[in-house]
């Protein structure tokens, strides 16, 4: 098990950019593929972006394809999202997570406790 706190959600404006990092405690952070869901109100929790555990593979949902880009630091223990041109409907609460290299939830085991990005004039 890894413990994962997330951290850079806040009030964006449309069209700007926002990063968020996911801080991994535990010596076998680079063991874990890690993964960014995320659930809007009223809404079930989808996927957004995985990564391997080297980096060097990525998948992404359509709905943030060429706008998201997923990143990793395993020296620093800290996986990133990068979120470009928001939108409105990108407002959600953003969860990271530690698993299987996938886009299913059910594959990520470790979970942190999300933070909220609310993307609105």
């Known amino acids: 098990q890894v413990h994962l706190v997330e951290s850079g959600g806040e009030l964006v404006e449309p069209g700007n950019s926002r990063r968020l990092s996911c801080a991994g405690y535990g010596r076998t952070f680079d063991w874990y593929a890690m993964g960014w869901f995320r659930q809007a109100p009223g809404k079930e929790r989808e996927f957004v972006a995985s990564i391997d555990q080297s980096g060097r593979s990525t998948h992404y949902a359509d709905s943030v394809k060429g706008r998201f880009t997923i990143s990793r630091d395993n020296a620093q223990n800290t996986v990133y999202l990068q979120m470009n041109s928001l939108k409105p409907e990108d407002t959600a609460v953003y969860y990271c997570?530690?698993?299987?290299?996938?886009?299913?939830?059910?594959?990520?085991?470790?979970w942190g406790q999300g933070t909220q990005v609310t993307v609105s004039l």
């Open positions: 997570a530690a698993g299987a290299y996938s886009t299913e939830e059910a594959q990520f085991g470790s």
